[in-house]
Nanobody, 116 residues
Framework: QVQLVESGGGLVQPGGSLRLSCAASGFTFGNYGMRWYRQAPGKERELVASISSSGGSTNLANSVKGRFTIARDNAKNTVYLQMNSLQPEDTAVYYC?????????WGQGTQVTVSS
């Protein structure tokens, strides 16, 4: 079965960095685009970043452009989200996502808290 397992979240001070990882299994990873979403308390889940199956094309939300990058290693079945210059408004649970045959699959999420 499809499994997505996020890791790398934590507490960081404003201006700091974190790298999130999402380990995927149960499907042919290199055939699918991957996405990172986030959900802050009291807010809707929002798309943060996406990457094509080959990694050759990426998209970032305007709110994170210039600070976050998304990358993938198809040999390791892993997608990453590098987050730099973190701000308190980046505080959220971050989720990895894949869509297979119109069905959305989600990981359990990893908490990112940006606070001094």
């Amino acid at each position: 079965q499809v499994q997505l397992v996020e890791s790398g979240g934590g507490l960081v001070q404003p201006g700091g960095s974190l790298r999130l990882s999402c380990a995927a299994s149960g499907f042919t990873f290199g055939n699918y685009g991957m996405r990172w979403y986030r959900q802050a308390p009291g807010k809707e889940r929002e798309l943060v970043a996406s990457i094509s199956s080959s990694g050759g094309s990426t998209n970032l939300a305007n709110s994170v452009k210039g600070r976050f990058t998304i990358a993938r290693d198809n040999a390791k079945n892993t997608v990453y989200l590098q987050m730099n210059s973190l701000q308190p408004e980046d505080t959220a649970v971050y989720y990895c996502n894949v869509v297979i045959s119109i069905r959305h699959y989600w990981g359990q999420g990893t908490q990112v808290t940006v606070s001094s």
